[in-house]
């Protein structure tokens, strides 16, 4: 009797501020969040133009795709390996019916026609493989998406009707209006910070939105949430949707930032990048993937200065961020995300008592041992 | 038992539930043969017989979780035979699980609420639900129906068994039910917690009627009017719950002739 009692005794009795922590933003109140923020809208005063695009742009526009792998990978468990592929796909689509080098093969449409035309092609071509993978649970799901970004890079590889075979579309066209080159470092800037913060919010917003509370729910029990009423597969496909759609509009951001796209950029190797980035992050929030993304392309741009001088081949910066993902993924489930968490944790606890403190230390003091030795 | 079937389905002319020589295999084994039961609107039964008697697989049939591979199934006059799970509960069709099928990763009350959103429109929403959300009140009511107030907003894989039995229950309970399939529900309760099972159970609006698998006879036979034996994925008896009781081939077959 009292052991049933007990067991409705609240353990965290509900506060009202954790309830509207639940409900509403959750980085409102932190002021970490609002750190990066200022620091984000800034940058361009901080940063040279290579960091503004090499570095921030770049973190900014795959950390994008890697959050549309996020929303359906950790919100659905779904995990998508053609992310990238949508993005490619809207990419092309961008080349091909706006402006480019190759004239014979680009329509010439302006800007504003050709990315909505991009946007709804990529997205329904994410949305019919997100049809065929739904069918699929687990690897399959995996095996389905990639064999469809395989098909689609060796696709572009040999269409040159197209999408202009190995060569790919060059010198494709950016927008200008209102008197600005929107390719130019700062406003290229600004426009990838805002869609990227954009998705970013959505994702954040949905999550606790009916569709995303449900898709949640499809992720630890679809064959329950059938017995809710919830028709599963059309939730799964409807999550393609919005994901293919965030990535599309990545895939924009990316052809304007090279100003080409070849089938290089659509391999099964970026395919893998994008799962990489997602993973290391973290997929359980969508703050993730723009860690993971900026830790590889830290990585990509620096390993290789880094590795010549250590007198190693510097084309290996590869292996090192394939060790670090090792490494990430054989300490926390959760990529960096779940790492700092769990630290915070033992900060905490670190604090209330101190022979944890000591227990920590002394683990410092060996680790630092062994990397004498 | 004819009898009392034909009782039955002569009360039950626009019956709840009917089912008409349901049949499921798998593969060469026949784990429900020719199953015929009519179920009146509001009635309360109870499902008896051995582990592999057929209950669950007669519960997964009626909500489509596995279709039938022959008979049909009827839902308040409608043919379901062939509608998915989701299009059943609906209707108003709604179950339990012998074990617990929750969403561990949410909150009790983001549970409570997906159930509360899956049988009303509004499934794909975008948008958040504000203060005064109907659903979100609805929710908050059934959380607090089956004692889970002071948990609803820890997560799922957090609570203690009892807590997840409780809401398992009220996940069955949400939107307007017209008739529950509880498979099990007082499986590992404490005796106060299946006091307190038992009441919820009675306690229920009359027009909801149920069918209960349940092995614990004192729970089973408090809280329905008829009772329906199955052995070997057959029918075996039917009737009042007092006359199962005390029939002879019933102790031998189920209470091994050892119940008081």
């Not at chain 2, 084994?29 to 199953?35: E, G, K, M, Q, W």
Request: positive net charge.
């Amino acid at each position: 009797m009292s052991l049933a009692h007990d067991a409705r005794v609240p353990v965290r009795p509900a506060t009202a501020v954790q309830r509207s922590r639940l409900r509403g933003w959750p980085d409102i109140d932190n002021p970490a969040a609002w750190a990066v923020a200022a620091i984000l809208l800034i940058m361009p005063l901080i940063a040279n133009g290579f960091f503004l695009i090499e570095i921030f742009a770049t973190t900014l526009i795959l950390g994008t795709m890697a959050l549309s792998l996020m929303f359906l990978a950790g919100y659905g468990g779904m995990v998508s390996l053609m992310q990238l592929t949508i993005a490619g796909f809207s990419a092309y689509m961008v080349a091909v019916f706006g402006v480019s080098g190759n004239a014979n093969i680009s329509l010439g449409w302006p800007w504003w026609l050709a990315v909505p035309m991009a946007l709804a092609l990529a997205t329904i071509f994410g949305t019919l493989g997100g049809a065929l993978a739904v069918r699929t649970e687990g690897i399959y799901t995996i095996m389905i998406t990639l064999a469809i970004g395989a098909a689609f890079y060796y696709f572009t590889n040999q269409n040159w009707a197209i999408f202009n075979g190995h060569t790919g579309i060059n010198t494709v066209a950016t927008p200008h209006f209102w008197g600005v080159n929107w390719r130019a470092d700062i406003p290229f800037y600004y426009i990838v910070l805002a869609v990227a913060a954009l998705c970013y919010f959505a994702v954040d917003y949905i999550s606790r939105a009916p569709f995303g509370l449900a898709l949640q729910g499809v992720r630890d029990n679809p064959r329950r949430m059938a017995a809710l009423g919830f028709n599963v597969n059309a939730h799964r496909v409807a999550a393609y949707v919005f994901a293919s759609f965030v990535a599309a509009l990545a895939g924009v951001l990316q052809v304007w930032n090279y100003r080409q796209i070849s089938p290089g950029s659509v391999s099964v190797g970026a395919c893998i990048d994008i799962l990489i980035i997602a993973v290391v992050g973290g997929i359980t929030r969508p703050i993730g993937p723009f860690i993971g993304a900026l830790i590889f392309v830290l990585l990509r741009t620096f390993a290789l200065d880094f590795l010549v001088k250590l007198g190693l081949d510097g084309n290996r910066f590869r292996l090192l961020i394939g060790l670090g993902f090792l490494a990430i993924v054989f300490w926390s489930s959760d990529g960096v995300i779940g790492l700092w968490q769990s630290w915070r944790r033992r900060q905490r606890s670190g604090a209330a008592s101190s022979s944890g403190r000591r227990g920590r230390e002394s683990g410092q003091g060996s680790s630092q041992g062994s990397n004498h030795g | 038992m004819d009898s009392v079937a034909q009782r039955l389905s002569v009360v039950g002319a626009g019956a709840a539930l009917e089912l008409r020589g349901v049949t499921r295999l798998f593969g060469a084994l026949a784990a429900l043969t020719d199953i015929t039961i009519t179920v009146r609107p509001g009635e309360r039964r109870a499902v008896l017989g051995s582990n592999g008697a057929g209950k669950t697989t007669l519960f997964n049939c009626i909500t489509g979780d596995f279709p039938p591979s022959s008979g049909t199934i009827r839902f308040f006059g409608e043919d379901v035979t062939h509608f998915p799970p989701y299009e059943r509960i609906r209707r108003g069709l709604r179950r339990t699980y012998q074990i617990s099928a929750l969403f561990p990763g949410l909150t009790v009350q983001d549970n409570v609420y997906l159930a509360c959103r899956g049988v009303s429109r509004g499934r794909f929403s975008f948008l958040r639900p504000g203060q005064n959300d109907a659903l979100m009140h609805a929710a908050e009511n059934l959380v607090q129906a089956v004692h889970l107030s002071g948990v609803k907003d820890q997560r799922v894989a957090e609570l203690a068994h009892g807590q997840q039995r409780q809401l398992e229950i009220a996940l069955a309970l949400a939107g307007a039910p017209r008739f529950v399939l509880f498979d099990e529900p007082a499986a590992g309760l404490s005796p106060t917690e299946r006091a307190e099972l038992i009441e919820i159970l009675t306690s229920l609006p009359a027009h909801i009627g149920y069918i209960i698998i349940e092995h614990d006879m004192d729970v089973a036979l408090r809280v329905v009017e008829s009772v329906t034996m199955m052995h070997n994925g057959r029918i075996f008896k039917e009737g009042r719950p007092q006359e199962i009781e005390s029939d002879p081939e019933v102790q031998e077959l189920y209470l091994g002739g050892g119940h008081e």
